[in-house]
């Protein structure tokens, strides 16, 4: 399948703590326990579809400094196509991740000067138009991208990550656009099926997905109006769950549009994710295809 991403690269650090919250110590010795990573929710996704076997179409933002090349030649390495990432920034945004032997993980984020781009919409419609599905990850630079999108009527997802209003002001624009929208449990004000209900009635999107971490993931789909909890695949071993949505989003979407079925999608999307949590990094413990098929 073909798919155009658009979403935030940055070079990642993970750093393993005792637990939180962090006791003040002048100096700790986490041995192999401290890691960087070119990273992003937009890699993280490309990353994933490619190794699942997509064509990736690669938008995002990035400076003209040493971090940026890191990136660009990862991503060249990685067989994503780099054509359409703008080397307009200040600096390449960076974030630094906390994480404990809980799976539990802090996160800081330094997006530079990226919230204020945006995508050329007429350089991009020709990729909209050729492509089997737009995922735009919901920062700045797609707000425009996704009302075009949709407008040419291609098949959008999109991830809000945490949510506790479905009136967000920041995340309207991506939830009113997205065909397919994904979200966390972590900030809902209510049980996520009642959460679901109150988006599905103001939004109509066709698919909305809430991943619950070890419970699991919770799918609605609007072609049966039926709510359903997908358990949680245990692969024995957590190391890191900082992306783990990432990978629950990008596979769900891989086997949806190769299955056209969303409750065998997310079936396999949580043992990809399982698997994924194993490794300690958010762009890295990715599957094939095969892999999943022959676990599954």
Not at 66 to 94: G, H, M, Y
Not at 138 to 145: A, D, H, P, S, V
Not at 236 to 255: M, Q, R, Y
């Amino acid at each position: 399948m073909k798919i155009l991403v658009s979403g935030l690269l940055n070079i990642e650090t993970t750093v393993a703590v005792r637990g939180f919250p962090i006791n003040y110590y002048p100096i700790d010795y986490p041995f192999f326990g401290i890691n960087s990573n070119v990273s992003g929710v937009g890699y993280n996704i490309a990353k994933a579809l490619v190794t699942l076997g997509n064509e990736v179409n690669l938008y995002s933002f990035i400076g003209s400094d040493d971090e940026a090349e890191r990136i660009l030649n990862t991503i060249r390495k990685d067989s994503i196509d780099s054509k359409n990432i703008t080397q307009s920034l200040t600096n390449t945004p960076v974030s630094a991740v906390l994480y404990d032997t809980q799976g539990r993980r802090q996160i800081y984020c330094d997006l530079k000067d990226i919230q204020e781009q945006s995508v050329d919409l007429n350089k991009a419609e020709n990729d909209l138009k050729s492509c089997d599905l737009a995922v735009l990850c919901n920062i700045g630079f797609n707000r425009g991208l996704i009302k075009r999108a949709r407008a040419l009527g291609v098949l959008t997802a999109t991830d809000v990550h945490v949510l506790s209003d479905i009136e967000d002001e920041y995340n309207r624009d991506f939830m009113e656009n997205a065909d397919i929208l994904f979200l966390s449990d972590e900030k809902l004000p209510c049980p996520a099926e009642a959460f679901i209900r109150q988006i599905y009635e103001r939004y109509r999107n066709k698919i909305i997905v809430v991943g619950m971490g070890s419970k699991g993931a919770m799918l609605f789909d609007s072609s049966t109006g039926e709510t359903e909890l997908i358990p949680a695949y245990d692969c024995g071993k957590i190391v890191n769950t900082v992306g783990a949505g990432d990978a629950l989003f990008s596979s769900f979407l891989h086997f949806y549009l190769k299955l056209g079925n969303s409750k065998a999608a997310l079936q396999r999307a949580v043992v990809f994710a399982g698997i994924k949590i194993g490794s300690n990094g958010a762009s890295l413990g990715f599957s094939t295809e095969t892999q999943i098929e022959e676990l599954f």
